[in-house]
């Protein structure tokens, strides 16, 4: 079966950087669609960003485009998701998570991937 494993999280000042990775079993990540969505206290989980088959069809958020970047490597069968100039209102628990099937118009919502990850905690102080 699938198991997706996030890790990377932290600490981190205002303006640092952080890497997230997410190591996948049971499938070839460059054959399904995987993403990142966050969680923050009190608030309903979010897209971050995907990235579908084709590795040139990536996709954000407007709050961290330009910032954050989606990648993958193929041969560790790992995603990532390097996060530049942090802020605190990235603060979330971070989680990863892949879709068989992903169609453009619903690459932002949640309930269209298959499996997820157990979350990474990302902590932003000001």
């Known amino acids: 079966q699938v198991q997706l494993v996030e890790s990377g999280g932290g600490l981190v000042q205002a303006g640092g950087s952080l890497r997230l990775s997410c190591a996948a079993s049971?499938?070839?990540?460059?054959?399904?669609?995987m993403g990142w969505f966050r969680q923050a206290p009190g608030k309903e989980r979010e897209f971050v960003a995907t990235?579908?088959?084709?590795?040139?069809?990536?996709y954000y958020a407007d709050s961290v485009k330009g910032r954050f970047t989606i990648s993958r490597d193929g041969a560790k069968n790992t995603l990532y998701l390097q996060m530049n100039s942090l802020k605190p209102e990235d603060t979330a628990v971070y989680y990863c998570?892949?879709?068989?099937?992903?169609?453009?118009?619903?690459?932002?919502?949640?309930?269209?991937?298959?499996?997820w990850g157990q979350g990474t905690q990302v902590t932003v102080s000001s």
């Open positions: 998570a892949l879709a068989v099937g992903l169609i453009q118009s619903s690459v932002r919502l949640a309930e269209k991937y298959d499996y």
């Open positions: 049971g499938r070839t990540i460059s054959s399904v669609a």
């Open positions: 990235m579908r088959r084709s590795a040139s069809n990536t």
